[in-house]
Each structure stands twice: as structure tokens, then as C-alpha cells.
């Protein structure tokens, strides 16, 4: 099983409810992943690859490899074509120990399958674990030994159903760098799903989208952000991430962003991390004066220049060239008289509870399509500013910030303020700016 | 804490539901003292019937299990057209009383039977022989074991199953490496129930292949003709006594084995 080279997937099937209609390619070390909500079909895609459900029609190919090519008839058992599946709670085997589990798919001989097993568990950090059952470990523990288990056999494709889904925030940072340094590792093709933009953003580079088994929207994770192709994608495509170098200052860490700017973030971190910051809570200022940046509750700011104006109903994107690509989601009024008032209006899309959790989607699918059913359940602020200058793009942005504004003071609190106490910007900002973990 | 009517009700039925159970087996006991029970398994028509249960006994659950389990996976995995009905067959012997199974064999394999003319021209011969008891004690109490199994195979999680896939493994070494292990628990109860079942069996051997000492006089038939002959009781009861301690034996092992391994899984799991 040494196939290395690229996986060209196309897919047609029924589904419950829907037609799965898919096609994808990953190169070795670009991994690719699949987007959606539950039930849009991103697992059915995966165990079609791995040959865990026959498609009515597609093709599976791996470099040479044809796996599946329902027009001439062929359809390889999952046990010939090898992928190195994780699975999403991870389906250790329970009555077996860590290292049996590993140990399963190895092709070699009997008595070299332990020493085997334990390099590689001692390379995801659960030596320890060897001769523990599943039942015993905590669920990052399972999520390493399954991990170890899928790559065991040298597969030549890897692919990831949710692999951080059942982990808490914590472990699931350390996930992510242990994720990122496999990926770069193995050189195969990964297809990974989840149901989180972030964590797609976060460990791959090219994401689709998909609702209802069709494709909606692929490209990177910034620029689907940047230019969302439907208000679906605009809701779900929420966390934009920033690569940088962490270092802690006070309680206060500081990432320093390959651009040279600086942002700041009241998680604590060191070494290189991932940042995530929803285009809802970065408000922009049109040619501020740099003196009322002291007066200001919001703490990060970047000098950037709009790129792309995407307008879906009541919304305007904002693509933004700043050190790194940044988004900001303002009303579509404001974008298109008010510049001042992008302040407000971005304020207006904060605070409310689903927006805040692009994960938590509870509205049936119908109503996002055109944006309506959102645009009532927003609530509107009027724009506080209003100087008649037109926001487009090539426009400068001298400075970006994201707010810190759930603390339930009256705005005129802020801007009067000199200096803002620590306390403050640390509650407000743990809420905006949320490091992923080591990116590696 | 207060006690409740219903509660004390339920102590009551509970108490009678043992003291009605444990009565008659201390009764065995009781009347027979340990000397005794000695001596009735010296005698040679007692050895040899004890003998000839075991024997029968084992290879009809060899086979029992050996058919079963391939069957009961299929049927637990595969959902098919006539699915129920095919698993309303294969249950059917359950609910059959012995005697009727006992005719239904005899009308089927007997010299007179419809397949009798096929099995004989194969040079097997079933009735008053101890290959009959067997094919009596599989057809009679095959349905526990597969009943049992297949409610464990499909309580197997079909994603451990997949694993083993992507993981190289062949169908039939993810059946035996995977929901085997997997379906333990209920596979030894099945089997504990089908053996229990086959060491009581006496109507259906009665009737298929009769009652010939040595041949096919298993334990329980060998009981009834001590019984029925003059002054046999105490021998009839010395045999019970000794079904008993090994019907008990056989119930301790298989918990032992199965279900309580398992909750110790699980308690290892909580420390």
C-alpha cells in the first residue's frame, strides 16, 4: 500500500432524504475538508471513499488506483483499499488493549507487532496506555490510540470523521498540532470532516462546504468567509484564522502575526498558535484618528485595506488584506453609506446567542437560504456615526479592531474612559479572540 | 424510611418464588443421602446414562454452535425480505411441545419419513440410534443459542465492524476477531441455555429414537424407567440429584465466564 499521489473522488447516491453529489480531490500533504452541518452527507462521502458504502454511480482513484468505477463494475472492499479511518468515537475495539488495537491492521510478523505498536503510541504521548482497555482512557487518550491504530498500517489515504468533535476545548488544541504535524508527516491525501469551520479552517486548506449532499461553496477558509456564497455559508462560515507566534505578557498573551502586527488575547499561550476571531466581532473604522485609540475599550487593531465588498440580504463581508486575510461582517447598510457607522452596525450583529456559536445551528435549512428569517431575529442598532463616505473596495482601513462590549456598560463608558482597567478587556476580550491551539 | 404496601407485597412474592423453587431440590437431596448417591452412580445403567448425556449433549452443541453462530450473524446483520419469517422458523421449535418434535422428526427422517428413504440410501440410521438423539437434542434446543445470539450480534457496533475493515481485515476475521468478542456475553448464555436445555430434553428423543439402554437412554429417560419400575424411586432420585448439582454447575460457569467478566470490564473501568 504505497500509493502516494492524489485522490480523485466523485460521487452520486441517494441518501435519506437527499441526493449525495460530490466530487474532490486532495493532494499528499493539502489536506481537504468537508463542511456541514449534521446529516448533510460529509460522513457518507468519506465511508465511500473507504469503501464502507457503494455509491449508485462515481469513481474513487488513488494516483493509478482505480478503487471504484461503477460503469466498469468495480468496487473494492474496504480491506483492499486500506484507508486509515478515524472515526468520529473512534471505535476502538473495547476488549482489546491499546496496543492490540494498534496492532490490528499491522501486516508483519507476530512478535514484531508490540514493539511496533508502542513506538507508535509513544509518538502520540500514550505509551503509558499500552496494555489499558478504551473503556479506562479519556477521550483525548482514545482520539491518540485511534489515531496511532488508523496509521499503523501505512494507509494511503487518511481520513478523519469529526476527529475533534468529542474532545473538550482544551484537548482538542492539542489535537490540532497533533493532527497538523501527522498531516505534514505522512505525506497522503487527507479528506477530513466536521461540522466546525473553525477546526476545518484550522487543519485544512481547502474546505467545501456542502448542505443537503451538494457542494455549496470551496475554497479557502478566508476567502469563503471573505465572500460567503449564500447566507447558509455566511452563518456557518464564521471563525477566520490567524496564524502567529505567541508570547505572554502579564496575564495578557501577545501574538505576533507573520505581518509584523500584533494582536492580543486573554487565553494563555506560548510558542506558535492558531487564533480565531468571527467576522461578527470585528468592528472597522474608516480613517480614525490614531488619538481615540486610547480612549477605546478594543484593544486589537490592525491598519488594513478592503479587498472585497460581498453583500448577502441584510449583510456585507468585508475582505480585508491585513497582515494576515481578515473578515468583517457589518450591515449591508453600512457598508454601502455609513463607513462610521460599520462601528455600530457590527456591534448590532454582536450579542446574540446563536450567532455566537456557528456550531449550534437550530433553524431549519429553508431559512437561510435567502437570509430572511436571520434578518428578523437580528437586532439593529442605528448607526452611530454617519459621515457621507462610501466604503469600497481599495478603500483603507487604518485601524481594525474587535470590541470589547458584552459588559453591559453604556457605550459613552468607553469612550470616555482613559484607560481601560485589565479586568475589563480581559472578560471582554476571552470572548472574541480564542486561540486554537499550537498550529505548528 | 417508610415502607410502602406494594413493597412488602413484592418482599412476599418474591420470598414464595424462591422457597417454591428451593423445596423440590432439597426434596432431591433430602431423600437421598450422600452414600446413596454414590452408590446409584456405581450402578452401570446410571453411569452409562450419565455417560451417554454428556456425550450427546456436547456434540449436538459442537454442532449447534458451530452453525449457529455463522447463521445468527447473517441473520443479526442482514436485513432481508421474509427476515421475520425466517426468524419465526428458526424460533419455532421453542414454542414446539417435545412430543410434537419427537413426531415431526420421525415423520421426516423415520423408515417411513419423507427424507427416511434418503437418509437410510446414505447409510445412516437415526432411529433407536444414538445419532438420532442427537439429531433430537440439535433440533430441540438449537432455537436458545440462536435466539441468544443473535440479539448479541446485533447489539455488536456496526462501526467496529467497519474498523476492522479499513483496517485489512477480511469479512470473516472481522466476525471472528471483532463481533465475536464483542457478542461473548450473549454467546455463552446461549450456549449455557442450549446445553440446559439439551441435558433436560426427553420427549422428542423418546419418540425419535426411543429409550435402548446404552444407546440412546441419555439421563432424564434413564430417571423415568428407574421410576417406573418397582422400588426405583430412590434410584430415580440419586440420578436427579446428580442433573441437578450439574445443571447448577453449568449455570455458575457460564456467569462466571460471561456476564460477570463483563461488569468486571466495566468496574475497571470506573477505578
Request: hydrophobic share 50%.
Amino acid at each position: 500500500m504505497s500509493g502516494r499521489g492524489a485522490l480523485a473522488v466523485s460521487v452520486r447516491t441517494p441518501l435519506r432524504g437527499f441526493e449525495l453529489e460530490l466530487g474532490l480531490r486532495a493532494e499528499a500533504g493539502a489536506p481537504v475538508a468537508l463542511v456541514g452541518r449534521s446529516g448533510s452527507g460529509k460522513t457518507s462521502m468519506l465511508r465511500a471513499i473507504a469503501g464502507l458504502l457503494s455509491p449508485a454511480a462515481g469513481r474513487v482513484e488513488l494516483a493509478d488506483a482505480v478503487w471504484l468505477d461503477t460503469e466498469r463494475g468495480v468496487d473494492l472492499a474496504p480491506e483492499r483499499r486500506g484507508c486509515g479511518f478515524l472515526f468520529q468515537d473512534y471505535a476502538l475495539f473495547p476488549r482489546m488493549s491499546a496496543w492490540r488495537n494498534v496492532a490490528y491492521g499491522m501486516r508483519r510478523p507476530r512478535r514484531e507487532r508490540r514493539p511496533a505498536a508502542l513506538e507508535l503510541l509513544e509518538r502520540f504521548g500514550v505509551a503509558a496506555l499500552a496494555d489499558a482497555r478504551p473503556a479506562t482512557m479519556s477521550g483525548g487518550e482514545r482520539q491518540r490510540v485511534a489515531l496511532a491504530r488508523a496509521l499503523a498500517a501505512r494507509p494511503p489515504v487518511l481520513l478523519l470523521d469529526e476527529p475533534l468533535a468529542a474532545l473538550d476545548s482544551t484537548t482538542r488544541r492539542e489535537a490540532i498540532g497533533a493532527l497538523r504535524a501527522v498531516f505534514a508527516e505522512t505525506a497522503t491525501p487527507v479528506v477530513l470532516v466536521t461540522h466546525s469551520f473553525e477546526e476545518a479552517a484550522a487543519l485544512a486548506g481547502e474546505l467545501i462546504v456542502i448542505e443537503a449532499g451538494q457542494e455549496i461553496q470551496r475554497g479557502t477558509a478566508a476567502a469563503i468567509s471573505a465572500s460567503p456564497a449564500s447566507a447558509f455559508v455566511a452563518d456557518f462560515s464564521g471563525a477566520v484564522v490567524l496564524r502567529g507566534e505567541a508570547s505572554g505578557q502579564d496575564d495578557l498573551t501577545v501574538v505576533r502575526l507573520p505581518g509584523g502586527a500584533a494582536v492580543w488575547s486573554a487565553d494563555g499561550a506560548r510558542g506558535p498558535v492558531a487564533l480565531s476571531v468571527f467576522p461578527w466581532e470585528i468592528s472597522i473604522e474608516v480613517d480614525a484618528e490614531p488619538a481615540r485609540s486610547s480612549l477605546d475599550s478594543r484593544l486589537n487593531r490592525l491598519a488594513c485595506e478592503v479587498t472585497t465588498i460581498t453583500t448577502i440580504g441584510s449583510r456585507a463581508r468585508i475582505g480585508l488584506a491585513a497582515p494576515e486575510p481578515l473578515v468583517a461582517e457589518v450591515t449591508a447598510a453600512s457598508a454601502a453609506r455609513r463607513p462610521r457607522g460599520l462601528m455600530a452596525s457590527t456591534d448590532a450583529t454582536q450579542g446574540e446567542p446563536y450567532r455566537s456559536d456557528p456550531h449550534d445551528h437550530q433553524e431549519p435549512d429553508h431559512d437561510y437560504h435567502d437570509g430572511t428569517h436571520r434578518r428578523r431575529l437580528r437586532r439593529f442598532a442605528p448607526p452611530e456615526y454617519s459621515e457621507n463616505v462610501k466604503l469600497r473596495r481599495g478603500h483603507r482601513v487604518d485601524r481594525l479592531s474587535t470590541a470589547v462590549d458584552d459588559l453591559e456598560l453604556p457605550p459613552a463608558v468607553f469612550k470616555t474612559c482613559p484607560w481601560q482597567p485589565r479586568e475589563l478587556i480581559e472578560t471582554g476580550l476571552r470572548q472574541w479572540l480564542r486561540c486554537c491551539g499550537p498550529a505548528l | 424510611m417508610r415502607r410502602s404496601w406494594f413493597a412488602g407485597l413484592a418482599l412476599v412474592a418474591a420470598l414464595a418464588t424462591v422457597a417454591f423453587l428451593l423445596v423440590p431440590v432439597i426434596a432431591v437431596f433430602a431423600n437421598v443421602s450422600p452414600a446413596r448417591l454414590v452408590d446409584a452412580l456405581g450402578e452401570e445403567a446410571a453411569r452409562e446414562a450419565l455417560l451417554l448425556s454428556l456425550k450427546t449433549t456436547l456434540i449436538a452443541l459442537a454442532i449447534v454452535v458451530v452453525v449457529g453462530t455463522p447463521t445468527a450473524y447473517l441473520l443479526a446483520a442482514r436485513d432481508f425480505p421474509g427476515r421475520s419469517v425466517v426468524l419465526t422458523i428458526i424460533e419455532l421449535p421453542l414454542v414446539m411441545p417435545p412430543a410434537v418434535a419427537g413426531i415431526a422428526l420421525l415423520a421426516a427422517f423415520g423408515p417411513h419419513g419423507i427424507l427416511g428413504g434418503a437418509v437410510s440410501a446414505l447409510g445412516i440410521e437415526l432411529v433407536f440410534q444414538t445419532a438420532g438423539v442427537i439429531v433430537a437434542l440439535v433440533f430441540v434446543s438449537a432455537p436458545f443459542f440462536r435466539r441468544q445470539a443473535i440479539a448479541a450480534f446485533a447489539a455488536v457496533d456496526g462501526r467496529l465492524l467497519e474498523a476492522a475493515r479499513t483496517l485489512g481485515a477480511s469479512p470473516f476475521r472481522a466476525f471472528a476477531t471483532v463481533a465475536v468478542p464483542s457478542a461473548r456475553g450473549g454467546l455463552a448464555s446461549g450456549v449455557a441455555l442450549s446445553w440446559g436445555r439439551a441435558l433436560g430434553e426427553f420427549g422428542a428423543t423418546l419418540l425419535f429414537a426411543g429409550s435402548l439402554q446404552g444407546v440412546t437412554r441419555t439421563a432424564p429417560l434413564a430417571i423415568f424407567s428407574a421410576f417406573a419400575e418397582p422400588g426405583g424411586f430412590v434410584a430415580a432420585l440419586a440420578l436427579s440429584a446428580v442433573l441437578i448439582l450439574v445443571a447448577a454447575a453449568l449455570l455458575l460457569g457460564v456467569k462466571l465466564l460471561g456476564g460477570d467478566r463483563i461488569e468486571a470490564d466495566e468496574g475497571a473501568a470506573r477505578l
